[in-house]
């Protein structure tokens, strides 16, 4: 019988050795930021019902949990894609993903 050994390794030390995992920590780390960018734009209690999604070229997704949330954000999206481009991001489109019924989950 073989005993296998665990190492634990850190996420950036597992990113560095894989670069489709390092592409998703630094997609996933500019959402973040796009979010932060964002947040003092949005009404304070729609803050909670949105999370940064996936990064697709120019065009960035907001999870919003549910529609209610989404037609609200939806009249934002014209000022919040002009403040993500004054902030140097190359965004032509912010896409907006509604979830279904799953659990909410905690940002990334």
Sequence with gaps: ?????HIAVSLEQAAQSSPTLSQLVSQAREANARMKAIE???PPGLRNSIQ???IQGNTW???L???AAASKVRYLLPSLEA???TKGWD???IQLKVLSSSPWHSPL
């Design 65 to 67: 949990k549910n529609n």
């Design 91 to 93: 965004v032509a489109q």
């Design 40 to 42: 003092p734009l949005l």
């Design 83 to 85: 403040h993500l481009r």
């Design 1 to 5: 019988m073989h005993s296998r050994r």
């Design 61 to 63: 997704s907001l999870i």
């Design 52 to 54: 940064p999604g996936p």
